[in-house]
Nanobody, 117 residues
Framework: QVQLVESGGGLVQPGGSLRLSCAAS????????MDWYRQAPGKQREWVAT????????DYADFVKGRSTISRDNAKNTVYLQMDNLEPDDTAVYYC??????????WGQGTQVTVSS
């Protein structure tokens, strides 16, 4: 069955960096575009970034543009999100899944990112 396992979150000071990973299984990963999403306490889940199946296309939400890089390794069935210059407003649980508008895979448990001094 399809499984998405996010990792790499943690507690970081403002201005710090984290590299999030999402390991996928149960489907042909290289055939699918993948996105990162996040959900802050008391807020709806929001889209963060997208990457095409062959990494030729990437796009970012304005609030992370210039501070984050999405990438993938199809040989490892993994998508990454490098986040730099983190801000307190980046505090959220981060998830990966298919792009908006697609039939979503079952959501993973997410990885908690906390930005605080």
């Amino acid at each position: 069955q399809v499984q998405l396992v996010e990792s790499g979150g943690g507690l970081v000071q403002p201005g710090g960096s984290l590299r999030l990973s999402c390991a996928a299984s149960g489907f042909t990963f290289s055939n699918y575009a993948m996105d990162w999403y996040r959900q802050a306490p008391g807020k709806q889940r929001e889209w963060v970034a997208t990457i095409g199946s062959a990494s030729r296309i990437t796009d970012y939400a304005d609030f992370v543009k210039g501070r984050s890089t999405i990438s993938r390794d199809n040989a490892k069935n993994t998508v990454y999100l490098q986040m730099d210059n983190l801000e307190p407003d980046d505090t959220a649980v981060y998830y990966c899944n298919r792009p908006r508008g697609a039939t979503m895979f079952p959501w993973g448990q997410g990885t908690q990112v906390t930005v605080s001094s």
